[in-house]
């Protein structure tokens, strides 16, 4: 058992070397294009410094991450192994009498926690950078520097109150400039009872949403059979704040994996369509099974007692193509589920979970031979 501890630890820490070695070589690689098309994009802008393509190179970088982290487990497993093969230091090992399986234990462990790590750590830095530089590409196209939020597209809201009470909040314009504060235009809140029939309306011409308070400037409030109301000022309380507005613009991939929860739950209060928000929640879930299956791929491949010559080079040729090849396969059936021809779990499991049963598989008939 000694003697199986000290091996679990040694190909664990060879794998998770390869791992961070190949993670950061990548991210560099990645990070050198992003900074070229950076500085390609700011050419001709006397408003922009070079700080600000740099920003922007190291936010985008958040697009890849997620992408590149079970390619990276392939090739750091892939690249241990062929280690391990070439040193013959696995046919030692199955000389002793390790089964594959057993050999494989220890390292579907630390990668399935290196998955959640990715979820849990990773994602909410990653969903950060993601937002920044959605952020950044605003102001670089409105050519205003403090702006923080987010389209002239407008703004159009429905929230959930209460059983009996739905609130449709409409802005044309809005931005936001301080940390704390949104500023709109042409602002309307209207409110409807359970069977959507209007009951009370509130016109402005400008708002601002200071925590979860509309104060509405100008406002004409609208009641059937009643003459219009005028006020100068009039504040009016809310569950939204400034958070479920940024969420109504970004993508799922700038809501970190610790939000998505509570967004999912406010969109299906409000009677909005959550797929895509929980087809990015269950992806996230299916993550560390998913690295898993790459490191069994990998592990089809390349664990052989004689790995030799042009038949080392074949094998990683048909490994990364297996490898890109399951990965249009799965933005195959994300498609599928996003736009429901399958139900959303099956889209986000099914192709780990094909990858999982096919190299168990293989591998059962290799530790057979």
């Known amino acids: 058992m000694k003697i199986f501890d000290i091996l679990s630890r040694y190909v664990t820490r060879q794998v998770l070397a390869n791992f961070f070695m190949v993670f950061f070589a990548i991210v560099g690689i990645i990070m050198m294009f992003d900074m070229v098309e950076s500085l390609r994009k700011i050419s001709g802008r006397d408003d ?12 985008r970088i958040s ?3 997620e992408v590149v982290v079970p390619f990276v487990v392939m090739v750091a497993a892939m690249i241990t192994f062929w280690k391990l093969s070439k040193n013959n230091e696995f046919v030692i090992i199955r000389t002793a009498g390790v089964s594959i399986f057993g050999f494989l234990k220890p390292l579907t462990i630390a990668v399935f926690l290196l998955g959640i790590a990715n979820i849990t750590i990773l994602n909410p830095i990653s969903s950060k950078l993601f937002e920044w530089h959605e952020i950044l590409d605003y102001r670089f196209d409105t050519r205003n520097p403090n702006a923080m939020l987010f389209s002239s597209k407008g703004l159009w809201i429905r929230e959930a109150v209460q059983d009996d009470k739905i609130l449709l909040i409409q802005a044309k314009t809005l931005r936001q400039e301080d940390d704390d504060v949104v500023w709109m235009r042409d602002v309307s809140i209207t409110e409807l009872n359970q069977n959507s029939q209007i009951q009370k309306s509130y016109v402005a011409y400008f708002a601002t949403l200071d925590g979860n308070i509309f104060h509405l400037k100008d406002v004409k409030v609208l009641i059937g059979g009643k003459p219009v109301e005028e006020m100068s000022d009039y504040a009016y309380e809310t569950t939204i704040d400034i958070q479920r507005i940024r969420e109504n613009f970004i993508e799922p991939e700038a809501i970190s994996f610790w ?3 509570d967004t999912i739950h406010f969109y299906e209060k409000a009677g909005f369509s959550a797929r895509q928000h929980w087809m990015r929640f269950l992806n996230l879930l299916a993550t560390p099974f998913l690295l898993v299956g790459m490191l069994m791929l990998a592990a089809v491949f390349m664990l052989q007692n ?8 074949w094998r990683v040729v048909i490994s990364i193509a297996t ?3 399951f990965y249009f396969l799965s933005q195959v059936v994300f498609a599928f589920g996003l736009n429901g021809y399958i139900p959303i779990w099956l889209a986000a499991f099914a192709p780990t979970i094909i990858i999982l049963l096919v190299s168990s598989s293989l591998l059962v008939h290799t530790d057979e031979v």
């Open 48 to 59: 922009v410094t070079l700080w600000f393509a740099v920003q922007l190179a190291v936010t």
């Open 323 to 325: 490898g890109f090849s």
């Open 306 to 313: 004689t790995l030799r010559g042009s038949a080392v080079m």
């Open 259 to 261: 939000q998505l929860p």
């Open 63 to 65: 697009r890849n991450i």
